[in-house]
């Protein structure tokens, strides 16, 4: 399977000014970006910037970002899964995963996670994939949001539906260990039966035991 990617970009007015949404991105590119100090969900700034620079060097790995003139503002992750995941067990070369997602706190509420991945989207080659991600609770901010558990797994379910991402049951036991956390996946058109099959059997691999 060849691992194409074609770069799309939209423009997005928001109250706090016009940002551009663009991606996948190369990793020189984001070399050259600098990276809001805001962006700290997963690791400290600079860490999670060389991070990405990485998996933009990856042949699957996708990064699009939200950016206000040379600054990254949000951007949206697509590589293969962990290798500690069942989601990497079938070695399916087209399933990638929807790994991170993070937009600083001026500019939410604009809609640049939603846009982020209707960019993503555009891209006719994510017709050749599924695209999964697992929500857990614990990476939610829902002390900077203020929201519960369930509003923000709402805004999280309409985000990703943004993408055309919609919820799949999965005996997962992480997944399955709090009725907030789920598994969401987008399957592409011109994705074959025996990799949805395949899919459908990574989601339920517990099925057997009972």
Request: charged fraction near 25%; proline fraction near 4%; aromatic fraction near 10%.
């Amino acid at each position: 399977m060849k691992l194409k990617k074609t770069y799309n970009a939209t423009e997005l007015k928001t109250t706090k000014g016009n940002i551009i949404i663009e991606g996948p991105i190369s990793a020189e590119e984001l070399s050259r970006l600098d990276f809001h100090e805001d962006l700290v969900a997963f690791r400290p700034p600079a860490q999670q910037h060389k991070a990405l620079i990485e998996i933009a060097g990856l042949p699957e790995g996708r990064i699009l970002i939200a950016r206000d003139n040379h600054t990254i503002v949000g951007y949206v992750t697509y590589l293969y899964p962990d290798p500690l995941e069942r989601w990497s067990q079938g070695k399916m070369e087209n399933l990638i995963e929807l790994g991170a997602i993070e937009v600083i706190p001026k500019f939410r509420g604009a809609a640049v996670g939603k846009n982020l991945l209707k960019v993503s989207m555009m891209d006719d080659h994510m017709e050749d994939y599924i695209v999964i991600t697992t929500e857990y609770y614990w990476h939610w901010d829902l002390k900077g949001t203020g929201l519960n558990v369930w509003e923000y797994r709402k805004v999280m379910e309409k985000m990703m539906n943004a993408g055309g991402l919609e919820y799949y049951a999965t005996d997962d036991p992480e997944i399955s260990s709090h009725p907030a956390n789920c598994l969401m996946a987008r399957i592409g058109k011109r994705v074959d039966s025996d990799s949805i099959q395949q899919f459908d059997q990574l989601r339920f691999m517990n099925r057997f035991m009972y």
